[in-house]
C-alpha cells in the first residue's frame, strides 16, 4: 500500500500579486525537494510549471490544490517537517486563509494507483463530514493500511 494525499489552500491575493511572491517564488524549490525525497513516488502535475497554481479542482479560483503519493507516512512526515517545505509552511498563513473544512486528507492506495482529484475531493468531504477515519485521515489522527489507529508522535 501506498500513501496518498490531497491539500488545498485558499490563497489570500492573486498568484501575480507581489504579496504571494514568498509562496510562488519557492514552490519549484519545494516541488523539487519532494521529488528527490526517500519514498516520493508521484505528485499531480499538468504542463506548466507550477501546476499547484494552475489546476483548477474548485469552483473557487483562489482554492489551489496539491495532490501526491507517498511510500508511508513517515517519508512524507520527513519531507513536511524536515526539508526546505517546513519553512515555507511555516509561512503560510502569510499568504492563505482559514478554509471552511478540512485542508488535507490522507487515504491508502494499492500499490501502482494514483489518485484522481475528484477522489481527494471526496476524502476531503469524508473528514469534513465523520472526522477522521480508515478511509480519509490526518497527520494528527493517522490510521495504518489495515485500518487501525497508529500511534501519533
Known sequence: MHLALINIAKAKYPMDDPRMSGFVNNLDAVNKAADRSPGFIWRLIDNVANS??????????????????WRDLESLENYTYRT??????ASRYDWFGKLDGPHMALWWI????????????????????????????????????????????
Open 110 to 153: 494499492n500499490e501502482g494507483e494514483f489518485p484522481t482529484v475528484e477522489e481527494g475531493k471526496h476524502r476531503l468531504q469524508m473528514i469534513a463530514d465523520k472526522g477522521p477515519c480508515p478511509e480519509a485521515f490526518t497527520f494528527g489522527i493517522p490510521f495504518s493500511p489495515t485500518g487501525k489507529p497508529e500511534a501519533n508522535d
Open 52 to 69: 499547484t497554481v494552475s489546476i483548477r479542482a474548485f469552483e473557487d479560483p483562489d482554492i489551489i490544490t496539491n495532490m501526491a503519493v
Open 84 to 89: 526546505i517545505h517546513k519553512r515555507v509552511f
